[in-house]
């Protein structure tokens, strides 16, 4: 994965070998550039091209370009987006017209994302509906996902099932070292010529750090809540310029007795917001250049959240994290 501020690219490759002595081999490359139109409209340009061989000769290939939109509402999310491009498999090369359209939304502890896509491969058309559930609890994540196609058959491909889901939870015994179990299943691919089926895996998951290995050391050393203290609430974040290179950044918690920010601006380490002269507001000014960041916030040493107000995505070790845009 390479980061340049607003602009992110992913570069990925597998070789599986199976028992029966077959074999395969996918790569694929993805990159997307993020702008700010205003405090709450984002746009994203992006592209994909991917592709697979297979021991007996076969090969997919895809590359698409696409362009989605994001408005953001404190917890919550409406996106819309559409992608053209070309595949090929089996029969040749074929056109793709793909759209998007969803909502995303946080309740409590537990993310929420539902999904309608529409997808047109020459003249096979469908469309998929997908939400996805992830719950954080401590030291613990779950996410679960299920999903829905109408449209045509798709039983050349070789499956008729229109429906998929799939559960998986990932346990933190140490900062840096994870469990993973997952299973289900999922749907065929008509952009790529993938076939559907069910899956089983166990695995382990490295870290170098995250917010969870800061929430894990730094919350143990903050005193135990009184038990009739009504939880703080983060209610509203801004942020504005400081002159050049700096930006200051502000929320709103009344009744908190301190708020704090990590990211990787921090390196992930917790910096304390300060009260502002208008009750209830904190802030703290920090050296941020124009680009593209990773926060997060907690009021009174409680659990970090998603700042509200801005976009909430999956970091690359699972977690939960808000993407700030500076621009």
Do not use: C
């Amino acid at each position: 994965m390479f980061d340049w501020g607003s602009t992110l690219a992913d570069a990925s490759g597998t070789f599986s070998q199976f028992t029966s002595r077959g074999w395969s081999a996918q790569g694929a490359l993805s990159g997307s550039h993020l702008s700010a139109l205003g405090r709450s409209l984002v746009a994203e340009f992006g592209g994909f091209a991917g592709g697979s061989t297979h021991h007996d000769g076969v090969r997919t290939g895809e590359v698409l370009a696409n362009l989605r939109m994001h408005y953001m509402r404190e917890s919550s999310e409406l996106f819309v987006g559409a992608a053209v491009g070309r595949t090929s498999f089996g029969g040749g090369p074929q056109n793709v017209l793909a759209g998007e359209v969803g909502v995303s939304t946080r309740v409590r502890e537990t993310d929420a994302t539902f999904t309608v896509s529409p997808v047109a491969v020459d003249t096979t058309k469908y469309a998929d509906s997908q939400l996805s559930l992830s719950w954080t609890r401590r030291n613990v994540d779950v996410d679960a996902l299920v999903g829905l196609r109408v449209g045509d058959q798709l039983a050349g491909l070789g499956t008729t099932s229109r429906t998929w889901g799939s559960l998986s939870a990932v346990v933190w015994l140490k900062p840096h070292l994870a469990a993973v179990l997952s299973g289900g299943s999922y749907p065929i691919d008509p952009t790529q010529g993938f076939p559907g089926g069910r899956f089983v895996s166990a695995s382990v998951r490295l870290a170098r750090g995250n917010a969870r290995a800061v929430d894990s050391t730094i919350a143990n050393r903050q005193p135990p809540a009184t038990q009739l203290e009504a939880p703080r609430v983060l209610e509203e974040f801004t942020w504005e310029k400081a002159g050049a290179g700096d930006v200051t950044l502000r929320a709103r918690a009344p009744g908190a007795t301190s708020v704090e920010v990590t990211g990787d601006f921090t390196n992930w380490a917790p910096v304390r917001l300060v009260p502002a002269a208008t009750a209830g507001w904190w802030s703290v000014t920090l050296p941020l250049r124009p680009g593209k960041y990773q926060m997060n916030l907690r009021v009174d040493g409680g659990k970090w959240l998603v700042p509200p107000g801005i976009l909430s995505i999956v970091d690359e070790f699972g977690g939960t994290v808000g993407l700030l845009v500076v621009e």
